[in-house]
């Protein structure tokens, strides 16, 4: 069965990864203003592709679980090369990457539990608050006078303090969820619509 063009753009986003990688193994102007670029592009199609599948109705299940890999996998090699190249702090990509790991391994032991854990609102809002600052630091150097480096640090201070914040609301609603809190009829169960 060929893949419907939500789930190519989907894989687009993981393919361009190892190019991104390879610009970034020789950082200087252009090296970084290409892969701001193509990061950026691919930051776009996490928009369209989601969008796109709702509005055609061609949500899959190959779809579901490789969206949200894909940015992951996007976010987290971009900024395994920025801790490489010295211009992100290794301990902010631990703790990113951290709980992206521990949350998908919340919300796959909650599915064999029959617990549904919804992506919210605020995990929708750290994804594009990480991808706005990573595009910003890869660029790296700075552009008419903007100390282009402080201000994706600033932003990447914002994305880390929601990307914890939702982290721990997962966990609040995995256990509210498991124990009933918050549906008078017991926890909410996977009836296997999309």
Same mark, same amino acid.
């Given at each position: ?6 789930? %190519?753009?989907?894989?687009? $986003? ?7 990688? /390879?610009?970034?193994?020789? =950082? ?5 203003? *290409? ?8 930051? +776009?199609?996490? !928009? !369209? ?10 949500? #899959?299940?190959?779809?579901?679980? !490789? ?17 490489? &190249? *010295? ?6 990509? /631990? ?8 949350? #998908?391994? !919340? $919300?796959?032991? *909650? ?9 919210? $609102? ?5 994804? /594009? +608050? ?23 640090? +600033? ?7 929601? #990307?914890?914040?939702?982290?721990? &609301?997962?966990? $609040? ?9 918050? &549906?008078?009829?017991? =926890?909410? %169960?996977?009836?296997?619509? =999309?």
């Amino acid at each position: 069965m060929p893949f419907n063009l939500p789930t %190519r753009l989907t894989i687009s $986003r993981i393919a361009i990864v190892p190019v991104i990688v /390879v610009l970034l193994m020789f =950082p200087g102007r252009w090296t970084c203003f *290409a892969a701001t670029l193509l990061f950026s592009a691919a930051g +776009l199609t996490d !928009l !369209l592709d989601g969008r796109l599948a709702r509005k055609t109705n061609q949500i #899959t299940s190959l779809g579901k679980f !490789l969206d949200p890999l894909a940015d992951k996998i996007l976010v987290s090699s971009a900024l395994i090369m920025l801790v490489q &190249n *010295a211009w992100v702090p290794g301990w902010i990509a /631990v703790l990113i990457i951290c709980r992206d790991i521990l949350v #998908t391994g !919340l $919300r796959a032991a *909650a599915a064999q539990e029959g617990v549904v854990i919804a992506a919210d $609102r605020h995990g929708k809002f750290k994804t /594009v +608050l990480q991808i706005v600052a990573v595009a910003v630091l890869l660029l790296h150097y700075d552009l008419a006078g903007i100390p282009v480096h402080d201000l994706g640090m +600033l932003i990447l201070y914002f994305s880390l303090a929601l #990307t914890l914040f939702s982290g721990y &609301n997962y966990f $609040r609603t995995f256990y509210r969820e498991r124990e009933g809190e918050g &549906n008078p009829a017991g =926890p909410m %169960r996977d009836n296997g619509l =999309p």
